[in-house]
């Protein structure tokens, strides 16, 4: 194992789409240049043997030690198939009962994810020794977490999270999905190739599906590729030319928390009682979407505000995932001349709006 590694992820900002994503529909979402940081490291052991330490200081966790051990035992003794994965790294669904096994331990859910990676990627059957870095090296190891994206706001904290925190755990197992181990592109320090990054995306989609229930999996592609896309599960992903930076964007913290589960499972229950109109509303969203990276695509910026109020209006009163925080901060910016979306499950977290070239605008929220 190397003795040190560290990588770091984006957060996202949904543009277009939302909600109606899990449903197959397109969404225009865009990386943003706020990123969370995960750095793995060998540490001494302790006379206890060696252990796991996670620091998350952004989230209020200063330190937690867990025994290696205890976690092996519990994990070998809950295992369910090949649920530990190949000498690739090859995926497979957390098993509930080594869910059920690390929840005992009664971590924070950051934790749990951190718990769950860690025992997964470097829990190797005897016969694969060489894998079962941490453990066999007798050395202890510390997980440090730090993020500018703040939690629970819709700007995929969770995800680059998860995104972070597989990459730099695979890369200190030395769990390679390339032929060559490494090939040229991960020789290079912090590279990662194609084959890297989609693994790196499938493990933090398993971990998306743990924090979320039934996510469409934008989080987690937009936190390991960057850039700005039209993600759909049905139709594939679009790399949008222009990119994010061609837009001038301002987003709003409401400061009230949302839980992305809840507000998802809102949006289902409300489909199951009227599958026609909410599905209508999803096609609504999904031409909404292509319109605005159609727009992106042409540099025709301009046409984004009235694609904006409409995309929010079917949020508020179609989807009902508003917030009276955010409604209040649409109507403020819209008497200043601006166009103010939801971005995410809503129900709280953040908005923004465009500030369009030539804009000059001075205001106080």
């Given at each position: ?24 529909a ?61 000498r ?65 706001t ?19 197992g ?9 090939c ?77 589960k ?91 709006f ?12």
């Amino acid at each position: 194992a190397m003795e040190q590694v560290q990588a770091s992820a984006p957060g996202k900002v949904i543009l277009f789409g939302e909600h109606a994503v899990v449903y197959g529909a397109r969404a225009l979402v865009g990386s943003l240049s706020l990123r969370t940081t995960v750095t793995v490291k060998s540490c001494c052991s302790h006379a206890g043997g060696p252990s796991l330490t996670l620091e998350l200081p952004d989230v209020g966790i200063a330190r937690r030690t867990w025994a290696l051990q205890e976690l092996v035992d519990r994990a070998l003794e809950k295992k369910s198939g090949r649920w530990w994965g190949d000498r690739t790294g090859a995926v497979a669904e957390f098993p509930p009962a080594l869910v059920a096994a690390l929840v005992e331990l009664k971590p924070h859910h950051s934790e749990l994810l951190t718990l769950l990676a860690f025992v997964t990627l470097c829990c190797r059957p005897a016969s694969d020794s060489q894998r079962r870095v941490a453990i066999c090296s007798g050395a202890g190891v510390l997980v440090r977490v730090a993020s500018d994206i703040p939690c629970g706001t819709g700007l995929g904290s969770s995800a680059a999270f998860s995104v972070a925190l597989f990459a730099a755990l695979l890369a200190y197992g030395g769990v390679r999905a390339c032929r060559e181990s490494p090939c040229a592109v991960c020789a290079v320090a912090g590279g990662q190739c194609a084959a890297q990054r989609e693994l790196i995306d499938k493990w933090a989609f398993q971990a998306e599906k743990l924090t979320h229930g039934t996510p469409s999996g934008v989080d987690n592609h937009i936190c390991t590729y960057g850039g700005l896309i039209l993600f759909s599960k049905v139709h594939g992903v679009t790399t949008v030319k222009g990119g994010v930076s061609c837009l001038g964007l301002i987003i709003v913290n409401t400061r009230v928390p949302r839980k992305t589960k809840e507000a998802v499972a809102h949006v289902r229950q409300l489909r199951e009682r009227s599958p026609q109109a909410i599905n209508a509303t999803i096609d609504e969203i999904d031409a909404i979407s292509c319109r605005a990276a159609a727009a992106v695509s042409a540099s025709e910026t301009g046409l984004l505000p009235s694609l904006t109020d409409e995309n929010q209006r079917l949020l508020r009163e179609q989807l009902e995932v508003s917030h009276p925080r955010l409604d209040r901060a649409q109507t403020l910016l819209r008497e200043r001349g601006f166009h103010f979306k939801l971005t995410g499950a809503g129900c709280g977290g953040c908005g923004f709006f465009f500030v369009l070239r030539g804009t000059i605008a001075v205001f106080h929220l």
